[in-house]
């Protein structure tokens, strides 16, 4: 009994080490420095920002450039982004924080964005009409500018544009897209015409 012997699978060698700076896991290479000694806890990566700093410089992730500590903003941890890079963030977020809360334009934006799925789904590379076509389009039913009603295309194989559109209520538009789905291309004209 006391000589059976088990044998397991041998142990690989860990490929990957949480670095407790970075608050993830790198891979295990990164852990060594110039001196070839090997860190447990923090990557080699926190070493060159070290050596940077003092020399005036810092690595922009989003310039993909080492840069003036300048070019930087004065935080109490280093930030990898620059100031002109994080106020072009907050320009593109307060853009459309101001579509989405204008009824007008979030709605406009939505009737876009159902257009352009409808087009992936009929296999168009491109839209032919703007955000604004297509609420012109869609005022010319619906003047009130509720969300009941959609732009789909009469003939599935040319893009959506304004001659070869037709609006159609939501409702509609589901059974449609369930022919075009079903690929039953006849029904779908069929459909369309009534």
């Not at 110039?34 to 050596?51: I, P, Q, Y």
């Not at 039913?141 to 893009?159: F, L």
């Not at 159609?168 to 079903?182: E, N, P, S």
Request: contains cysteine.
């Amino acid at each position: 009994m006391a000589s059976e012997i088990t044998v397991g699978e041998p142990a690989l060698p860990a490929k990957a080490r949480f670095c407790v700076k970075c608050k993830k896991y790198i891979p295990i290479n990164y852990f060594t420095t110039n001196n070839e000694t090997v860190s447990e806890s923090v990557c080699n990566r926190h070493e060159l920002e070290k050596t940077l700093d003092t020399n005036g410089l810092r690595y922009c992730q989003t310039c993909d450039d080492f840069i003036s500590l300048d070019l930087f903003p004065r935080t109490g941890r280093p930030v990898y982004i620059c100031k002109k890079h994080i106020y072009a963030r907050h320009v593109v977020r307060k853009k459309v924080e101001t579509e989405e809360s204008h009824p007008h334009r979030k709605r406009r934006l939505w009737q876009w964005k159902m257009c352009w799925a409808d087009s992936k789904k009929f296999r168009q590379r491109s839209m032919g009409m703007s955000q604004s076509e297509i609420d012109i389009e869609i005022a010319k039913i619906d003047d009130k500018g509720s969300r009941n009603h959609a732009v789909m295309p009469i003939d599935t194989g040319k893009p959506i544009t304004c001659e070869n559109c037709v609006v159609v209520t939501l409702g509609k538009r589901k059974m449609l897209m369930k022919l075009v789905i079903k690929e039953d291309l006849e029904a779908y004209a069929q459909m369309i015409k009534e």
